[in-house]
């Protein structure tokens, strides 16, 4: 029998997260916040609406939560959450979020006889369509090993990670590394362009040499040559996801100074208005320093 899934938080991930678990077979039962939409849509491939988190709770097995931000995980998890489901139950906490946060849901999830796994995923929502998201995984490895079939209804790599903290933890890292390449790859295409470079050769070289990254495979000859920035991963969520490691580094009395810089560009960015827009938008800011206009070019 496969355990009865609850999915919490219909986002921009969640809700193709959710239909990858349908998919799969696994009774899915869900509920809405503000927008009741997403749903809607899973309850038409088959999955099951309840009016709210402690319904969906009571109705699992397993819940699965993947919200905004760390405020969002205390106020479901103390909101119902954990009096919902019941003793032996499990939860699966997905979100980008603070390590610590994690931990003190842990323990209050140890409190009552409840196991937790702590997996943020890495890829966006094309890959979450797929279900071939990675995923980095914190918590027991019993519990691990025991939800390994669920996350790979999600996911194509997961990693295993140790204790609950360390996939936030490592998530954590990736958005340092995203962030901060992403700003100063747009800086390098901004000089390439300047410097009257055919861009896709030059893209092409880089790839191959030391200078080459994913985001210089994948996000600069896609979206920041083209300045193509349609809808993707927002670019308040990459804020909030670098204020973590910002968080962090504060409370443990370590400086950062290059994501301190970093940071307080895509800060930039959001004042101007475009915290709703494709993270790589970023990219205009280095633009919009040099103040030069151009054609957009195309890529093969
Ligand atoms: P969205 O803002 O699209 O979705 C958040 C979801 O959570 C919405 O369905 C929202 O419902 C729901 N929600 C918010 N507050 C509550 C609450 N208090 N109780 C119940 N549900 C709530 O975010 P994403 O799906 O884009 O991102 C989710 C997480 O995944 C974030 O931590 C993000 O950093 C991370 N992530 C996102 C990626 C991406 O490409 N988007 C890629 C990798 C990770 P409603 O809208 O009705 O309020």
């Known amino acids: 029998m496969k355990e009865r899934i609850g999915f919490i938080g219909l986002g921009a991930m969640g809700k193709p997260m959710a239909l990858c678990l349908v998919k799969a077979g696994y009774p ?47 106020e479901v998890y103390r909101g119902g959450l954990l009096d919902g489901l019941k003793k032996g139950g499990t939860c699966i906490e997905m ?37 071939s998201l990675t995923i980095m995984v914190g918590g ?62 030059m893209c092409k070289v880089i790839n191959e040499s030391s200078g080459g990254s994913w985001i210089f495979a994948n996000n600069v000859p896609k979206s920041i040559i083209p300045e193509n920035f349609k809808p993707g991963f927002r670019l308040d969520l990459m804020k909030k996801d670098m204020d973590l490691s910002l ?17 307080e560009i895509y800060q930039a960015m959001i004042n101007q208005g475009h915290g709703g827009e494709y993270y790589t938008i970023v990219s205009q800011w280095i633009k919009q320093q040099n103040r030069r206009e151009w054609q957009p070019c195309t890529m093969s």
């Open 95 to 131: 979100t980008s979020a603070l390590p610590s946060t994690v931990k003190i849901v842990e323990q209050e999830a140890l409190s009552k006889g409840i196991g937790l796994l702590d997996a943020p995923v890495s890829g966006g929502v094309a890959r979450a369509v797929e279900g």
């Open 28 to 74: 899915v039962t869900v509920t809405w916040h503000r927008n009741r939409a997403p749903a809607e849509e899973l309850e038409k491939t088959g999955a099951k609406i309840v009016p709210d988190v402690i319904s969906v709770a009571a109705a699992s097995d397993v819940v699965i939560t993947i919200l905004p931000a760390d405020p969002e995980i205390l």
């Open 140 to 201: 027991s490895k019993e519990l691990f090993d025991q939800c390994h079939p669920i996350l790979q209804a999600m996911g194509k790599t997961i990693f295993y990670t140790g204790e609950v903290g360390n996939g936030k933890s490592v998530k954590m890292i990736n958005q340092l590394l995203n962030a901060g390449n992403t700003l100063i790859a747009s800086e390098a295409v901004y000089l390439a362009r300047r410097m009257g470079l055919d861009l896709e050769l």
């Open 247 to 263: 968080e962090y580094a504060r409370q443990e009395g370590i400086v950062l100074p290059v994501m301190d810089l970093v940071s």
